[in-house]
């Protein structure tokens, strides 16, 4: 069975390399990705011991200098990317699933099921959503498990609305309708028929909530709400921008993880609207 | 004809809501309105007429994919419209349809090949290997080569999909099938084709038709009855010959006599031709051809909408008073 995949994801990868910025960014996203995974082996120091003068600019030793406790600032990004990534990557698994299992429900049951679904949706949608988050995280104990659950319970309803958008037109079509002629259970044609239709779009949708949850991720530990000290996130790493004397007199404390959050989050997004573009079977050639 | 009909209607209608949904003001339309006929074992029933008289709906009613308004479906005796779904569901295998378009009909993620197994699987027609058999068995029926089970729905032209389809209709051992518009969105050679193949697939098969089309030709070609539908109503049924021959309903006519004519020596003929267009109301009342009709007469205003047999014949009816004198 292995032509079965090849004769159908070949012209999807064929499609993707058009765009030649998005597999720039693949391969950007791809080291950063390899560096985060590979911290403990190539992190030349401890990420949470002091190791050098406080506040020191790059040396050779310390290649991005150190931060005003006198961590190794490279360390310290290595790591915090491997927390800000899986917070991302985990925040976007759960939002993805509770927005799929709510999409699917809400479009193929209707009726009052559909309603209260949707009008629960539309209340967290309408919600202030920093706000939001800076209560939840106010209310349960900062810290990395209570962002990735509630980034998680906060992101979903994009997802939910686009799988009951989905869904609603799916089941309309004359395949689901021939479905339901030859006598095929419920279950076939949810997860046999109409999930693996939605699968595409839904795929598109959570990179770009992977490249939102980041953000978030950055802005709640900016903020004291997120990833607790001594763990290094790319959010908490920024703290030193809060004062005027850091930002203009010691780069090296924030323009590194400044960088690589807009450089996960602008590649993210690339690589996401490739995606939309390659699955697209109208934009063959 | 005496045996039992395999698909019956009694009495269906349908109304939908269409503006304003949950309001208390919603206006209904009526697609659907007192249907009743009945498709004997064998035989290819037709239903012909315009787009929006409800045709469609009616399959989609005996098919039990929507619920009539009031009425009842009965399939080999058993009322189907009202038992809940699970129940049906074992029925189901034995009525089976095929689409208008057959682009949307086949999931477009799914293989040729699976698209026929699955069905077959779910009902247990057999084990793997005698279900694998019977795909390559079914594919060659159709006159489509058993290779083409690897590849994806969008890989083939319509005329192929809609052979696909009847291949997946057919999976089931069906006792008939519905078929809603098969050839209208094809190449007239390619419909020939089709129609031909569903002619043959009956003979060999025995199977019964409910054969829904706008085409005269299409539909005249397959069904040995039929009934014309206009503005939700049956307006005359009959035997195919006799309704071709002698149209007994005004809307017949002008029906059969809209159709282009290859023969100059008929061109002559006196045809009739309707007025205004369908969406034009009658009144309250009144024939539903009432506005358009060039033979109406007073009493035309109180229509009762029942069939009366047309003279020296009664297996062909029509709601026309006047039952045509020709």
């Not at chain 1, 961590?71 to 915090?80: K, P, Q």
């Not at chain 1, 559909?114 to 949706?121: E, G, L, N, V, W």
Request: charged letters at 20%; proline letters at 6%; aromatic letters at 8%.
């Amino acid at each position: 069975m292995s032509t079965r995949k090849s004769a159908k994801s070949r012209p999807i990868i064929k499609r993707f390399c058009h765009h030649k910025a998005a597999v720039v960014c693949l391969v950007i996203l791809a080291v950063l990705i390899g560096m985060a995974a590979l911290a403990p082996v190539i992190a030349p120091y401890e990420p949470t011991k002091p190791t050098g003068k406080f506040s020191q600019p790059p040396t050779p030793e310390h290649i991005l200098g150190t931060d005003k406790i006198g961590r190794d600032m490279y360390s310290r990004i290595l790591y915090a990317m491997r927390v800000s990534l899986l917070v991302g990557f985990l925040a976007t698994l759960i939002s993805t699933a509770v927005g799929v299992i709510l999409g699917l429900v809400s479009g193929y049951f209707g009726g009052a099921v559909d309603k209260a679904i949707m009008s629960f949706t539309d209340m967290v949608m309408s919600f202030p959503y920093i706000l939001l988050v800076l209560v939840a995280a106010a209310i349960f104990q900062p810290g990395m498990w209570s962002i990735v659950l509630i980034l998680g319970f906060v992101d979903w309803p994009g997802v939910a609305r686009l799988v009951r958008g989905n869904v609603l037109s799916l089941r309309e079509t004359n395949f689901i309708k021939s479905d339901i002629a030859a006598g095929m259970p419920r279950r076939y044609i949810l997860f046999s028929e109409i999930l693996p239709n939605t699968v595409a779009p839904v795929l598109v949708f959570a990179t770009s909530v992977f490249a939102l949850s980041i953000l978030d991720e950055a802005a709640l530990s900016f903020l004291g709400m997120g990833v607790q000290k001594p763990t290094p996130s790319l959010g908490n790493i920024l703290e030193g921008a809060e004062s005027l004397s850091v930002l203009t007199d010691k780069p090296w404390l924030w323009v590194p993880a400044g960088t690589v959050i807009i450089l996960l989050v602008v590649c993210i997004n690339f690589v996401g609207d490739a995606l939309r573009d390659s699955f697209d079977p109208r934009n063959e050639e | 004809m005496s045996s039992m009909p395999v698909l019956e209607a009694k009495g269906l209608c349908k109304t939908y809501k269409v503006s304003g949904e949950n309001s208390l003001f919603a206006k209904t339309f009526s697609a659907v309105k007192d249907v009743s006929f009945a498709v004997y074992p064998g035989e290819t029933f037709g239903i012909v007429g315009e787009s929006g008289c409800g045709k469609s709906t009616v399959a989609r009613l005996l098919m039990c994919l929507e619920k009539p308004t009031s009425g009842e479906v009965y399939f080999q005796g058993q009322r189907t419209d009202n038992v809940p779904e699970a129940q049906r569901r074992k029925l189901r295998p034995r009525f089976q349809m095929v689409f208008q378009d057959s682009g949307s009909s086949l999931n477009p993620r799914k293989r040729v090949g699976d698209l026929i197994r699955e069905p077959m699987q779910y009902h247990g027609l057999g084990s793997a290997k005698e279900i694998d058999a019977r795909v390559e068995e079914l594919l060659s029926l159709v006159g489509l080569p058993a290779e083409m089970k690897n590849r994806y729905p969008h890989e083939f032209s319509g005329g192929q999909r809609q052979r696909i389809c009847i291949a997946k209709a057919l999976s089931l051992n069906p006792d008939v099938i519905v078929l809603d518009e098969p050839v209208s969105a094809l190449d007239v050679s390619v419909q020939a084709q089709i129609l031909n193949l569903l002619r043959d697939l009956q003979e060999k098969l025995n199977l019964t038709y409910l054969f829904i089309g706008h085409g005269l030709g299409a539909v005249h070609y397959l069904s040995s009855r039929i009934a014309v539908m206009y503005r939700g109503r049956i307006v005359e049924m009959g035997g195919s010959d006799a309704l071709f021959d002698h149209p007994a309903h005004p809307y017949t006519r002008a029906l059969l006599d809209a159709a282009p004519v290859a023969d100059y020596a008929l061109r002559g003929r006196n045809r009739v031709s309707l007025s205004g267009e369908v969406d034009e109301e009658p009144p309250d009342g009144a024939c539903p051809l009432y506005a358009r009709c060039p033979y109406r007469t007073e009493e035309c205003l109180r229509f009762k909408g029942e069939m009366t047999a047309v003279t020296g014949d009664e297996t062909h009816l029509s709601v026309c008073h006047r039952a045509w004198e020709g």
